[in-house]
């Protein structure tokens, strides 16, 4: 056998070998799929008020000191973005028979909020924003909590029960708060 060919053949070998290869540690697995729930957090109409009546600040352009509130659109589309990107973060950890529950437990969890966050979130920054009645805004938040708070909890309480446990297995330090 030709050398060149040989070696060419061993490398492709070792690629493979490699990339069939899982080097994400337990920890990568519990903090992408249970510990960064808690940026989705608080989720739920009474919570969203809560976030919503006081915005977090930003910088004023330009500016090395000054702030100003966020809108309320502002902080839901951050939401979004960090919703997004946690679910891309999940759906790319390599499959794993041990994790997969967990897993695909907090890929529903964030593609179940994706859309609440788009759709009613969104309509609740705009009655904030838009100066809309604390009667809408509480309307609107308690339509959100009949629609979907049992879903969200449900999920969130399996993926944080299956999370215990990973972490235990695992000895991973956690500190578990209830809400």
Known sequence: MNRRFRSALIALAVGSLLSSCNFTTPENYFDEAVLNVNLITPFGGRAALNSLAHPSVKLVPGTKDQTTPMTRKEIVEDQIQRVEGNLTKIKALPDSEETRDMVQTSIKLHEF?????????RELAKLYDENGSQQERVSKAQEIDTKYLAGYQALFKHLVELGKAYATKHHIKVEW???
Request: aromatic share 24%; charged share 15%; glycine share 0%.
């Open 113 to 121: 909020v994706l859309p609440v966050y788009k759709t009613e979130y």
């Open 177 to 179: 708060q209830t809400w």
